[in-house]
């Protein structure tokens, strides 16, 4: 078994590339994908890619308790049964992954009836979601694989295969549209690419040491304690969907929806940033699960801080941007009316973006230390709440409304969970307070550079602390080391 001590800076950036360049790529690829696939076939298009995505639910949360499980063992030194867990796993969400398969092969024709698709397109419909469907097991176990191999800092061999599959995933209906127009191409492309991604993954796993075909067994203790913490993430991941698409629902049902382009634009711009924070949690989880287990506070503590410093240096100055330079982004992108409507919104989603990125820091905390229970119910608390707040800013203020409201949920999320990791975990209570003023304070002075006259000092402003933010970032994260 190969023993690596990557920094993280290296794994931040092999992240950032896997997610990041195929978002590039997308971006210049749809335009052709909608003109040649025509808005009927391109709307399916999007349609099967999210569900690609959301049946990635039916692992369980095991792929996110395989990390957090092999990082304890790892950290703790405890690594009799590593192996066990990994195939117990591994089987558990192949069989999950048959389960997804066959429940997507037949609500297909149900799927494509809620569409209310021309009928000429049903039968083709039909069949591009069932051979999707012969692509879930394979996306299941790549979540499981990647797990296993995040929990050992392999971020470079991820991204690789990520960066190609992401690639892919657009590349690939791109390039059937040279022989057909019909989706059952480009469905058997991705199903294909899916396969191989796993390969990919199988692959790399077993060249690392961390699969080992012939050695582990099915444990059933190993299976109550991969269920047992993946089973609240599976609660979480299917609540955040839900409170993520409910702004854009009631908008259409409560205001207009003529007037949901001036919500949603904005909102998708900031919603595609979130690669940024997910990038670096994706590096921080298993290195906050292998400190746990290994019962280092203070490195714990550290890494908390360095965490948190990291991910306002890296989102703030990009919010801070967006913000003061809204009003003649938006003007130049589309035009002026649309800005004059999206500016308010933008501004009240950029302070969100900021408090939802640093929310993701306590968040994963938790869930490394072994309670995604608090996660989960604070997820189900926040639902309501949302729900309310939603209706009645809504019917009060119109759709800027729904951006406050919104904002506001990123703002209970992130109190909350700082106040329950600090609880947990006594040691955090000073970053955690340190970290809460920072943003008060960040979140003032964008406030503040919104009403610069010249935009370009509002430009120069935002550089300015940008160059800051890395000057102080940069050594603090080259120094990090995933087994120091």
Known sequence: MRKKNHSFAHSIAWNLAGAGIPLAFAFLAIPSLLAGYGNERFGLLTIIWALIGYFSIFD??????????????????????????????????????????????????????ILKLDTTLRDESVLSLRILALGLPFVILSAGLIGLLEARAEFHAINRVRLVMGMLNFGAPLLMLTWSHSLVPATIALAVARAATTAFYFRISAHTGALDVSSGRFNRSNLRELL??????????????????????????????????????????????????????????????????????????????????????????????IYALAPEGLSLWINEEFSRQSTPLLHWLCIGLILNSIARIPHALLQASGRPSITAKLHLIELPVYAVALWQLLNHFGIIGAAIAWSGRMALDYLLLSACSSIAIPELRRPSVFMLTAVIIGIAVMAAAAFIPSPLLRLVLSISLGLVGITLAAPIVLRLRHND
Not at 73 to 84: A, N, V
Not at 258 to 275: C, E, I, Q, T
């Open 60 to 113: 369980f949360g095991i792929g996110r308790a395989l990390t957090k499980l092999v990082s304890d063992r790892l950290g703790s030194k405890s690594t009799e049964d590593i192996h066990d867990v990994t195939k117990t796993a591994l089987l558990t969400m192949g069989v999950l992954g048959l389960v997804a398969c066959a429940l997507l092969i037949v609500a297909a024709p149900l799927l494509v009836q």
């Open 228 to 321: 047992g913490f993946g089973s609240w993430i599976t609660l979480s991941n299917l609540i955040s969907p839900l409170m993520a698409q409910l702004d854009k629902v009631v908008i259409g049902s409560v205001v207009a929806l003529h007037l949901l382009p001036f919500y949603a634009v904005p909102g998708d711009l900031v919603n595609r940033l979130s690669f940024i924070p997910i990038a670096l949690i994706g590096v921080f989880f298993p290195a906050f699960a292998a400190r746990w287990s290994a019962r280092e506070p203070n490195k714990l503590k550290s890494l908390y801080t360095s965490a948190a410093f990291l991910m306002f240096s890296a989102v703030y100055p990009i919010a801070l941007g």
